[in-house]
């Protein structure tokens, strides 16, 4: 394998490339639809096809979301040395902008070809849906107006990454999409706002210099902490809903990640700068969990004796 640069040594291009799909942020594309499928499930509306596909088209949009922004913060000066987070490739060079706005737009137009197959299950919804997300894709950092640089960027990603993407995979299994499936999908919401905010929270300083005015350069860390603190609170009142309004009890296993969950609030209050890179992936860790731990709950009835 041919290696390249950088500055902390010798990377190969297979490296370069796992740090740019930035593995750690893959909970917030694959965990809306894990509980989306695991809704269809318990409710008896399974596409196993649709839900293969649903899961591959959703990491596919994260993947090439991770590689659009790459490419505009770089253009825009916000990937510098001065960061504490992990080497963005593009601007340590590592990946040419070139190659990797080819692979980016390869990409895209893979995930389109396979949702296709999720139009033909369940009509133009999904390819308004479909069509929406890969141009968020792009607006996320691109464009005249970029989401990301406005503060806008923890709403958009709690519409997509959740009501949307738990809604949508639901919606090619069942032809619907009821309230107790959004109810469902805010924790995957929260949950990736969790992991954006503790991103943008490391990155204050450095985002400000360059107008990069994302939700925590705007409101200041402290505001931030809390906001992600009260987040986490609502996370955890949905599986108690959710038992309350007529599902198995079993749902409320996703409270076992809760401990994990306080452990990552506690030390989002007591590190900053390049200490938060074990919060972000922490929190992914906690929505992985949650995700799972849910997911378990809705179909543990399934398989109990009546």
Do not use: H
């Amino acid at each position: 394998m041919t290696d390249v640069s950088s500055p902390s040594g010798a990377v190969s291009r297979l490296d370069a490339w796992m740090m740019a799909i930035r593995p750690k942020t893959l909970p917030a594309g694959a965990v809306p639809v894990v509980v989306g499928t695991a809704m269809a499930l318990a409710d008896g509306v399974f596409r196993p096809v649709a839900a293969l596909v649903a899961l591959l088209c959703a990491l596919g949009i994260q993947v090439a979301t991770n590689f659009i922004n790459e490419i505009y913060d770089f253009r825009k000066g916000a990937d510098t040395a001065e960061r504490f987070g992990p080497t963005r490739t593009v601007a340590a060079g590592l990946i040419s902008e070139k190659t990797m706005t080819v692979v980016s737009v390869l990409l895209l137009l893979v995930v389109f070809l396979m949702g296709l197959y999720l139009v033909y299950l369940a009509g133009w919804p999904i390819l308004v849906v479909g069509l929406l997300s890969m141009f968020f894709a792009w607006a996320y950092t691109g464009g005249p107006f970029p989401v990301a640089y406005s503060g806008l960027g923890d709403l958009f990603v709690f519409v997509f990454f959740g009501l949307v993407a738990v809604g949508g995979t639901y919606y090619v299994q069942a032809g619907e999409v009821t309230f107790p499936v959004l109810t469902a999908a805010i924790a995957p919401g929260i949950f990736s706002v969790n992991i954006l905010l503790v991103n943008n929270i490391r990155d204050i300083d450095t985002d400000r210099k360059v107008g990069k005015m994302t939700l925590p350069a705007r409101i200041g860390g402290g505001n931030a902490r809390w906001l992600y603190t009260g987040l986490t609170i609502v996370a955890y009142f949905v599986p108690i809903w959710m038992w309350m309004t007529g599902y198995s009890i079993w749902t409320m296993l996703s409270w076992v990640s809760f401990p994990l969950a306080v452990a990552q609030v506690t030390g989002l209050f007591r590190r900053d700068g390049r200490e938060l890179n074990a919060i972000l992936a922490g929190t992914g860790k906690v929505m992985t969990l949650y995700g799972i731990l849910f997911a378990a709950g809705l179909l543990l009835p399934l398989f109990m004796m009546p």
